[in-house]
C-alpha cells in the first residue's frame, strides 16, 4: 500500500522537475496572470531536451531527480503533450467576454 504511494509521488516528483525544465526552456509558459495555467510558447520541445541535458551533462540534474538521462526526456514528453494550447483559457474568456 504505501509502496503504491511512494511510486506515485515519485513520479510527481519527476513530472514537477520535468514541468520545471519545458517552463525553463520556453516550451511551456506559466500564465503571468493566471497562477497553475500553463500554455504552450514558442519553443520546440528540443529546446527543454537541450536544456535538460546540458544540466544532465552539468551535474545540476542528477539520479536525485531522474534514474536515467532517457527517463528525463521522456518526462518531458509527456508533461509537454499534455499541454495543447497556445494560449492562457482564462485569458482567452477574458478577451471573448
Ligand atoms: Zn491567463
Redesign the pocket.
Known sequence: MSSTKNQINEQDRKFRHALELAIEGGVLIN????EG?I?RGNEQIESAYKLANSKWASGKINHDHFETRNEMTDCIKTVVSEYGLY??????D?INK
Not at 500564465?31 to 493566471?34: A, E, F, M, N
Not at 494560449?87 to 482567452?92: F, I, P, V, Y
Request: with cysteine; glycine share 0%; hydrophobic share 15%.
Open positions: 500564465c503571468p496572470y493566471h495555467f500554455y494560449s492562457c483559457n482564462q485569458c482567452r477574458l
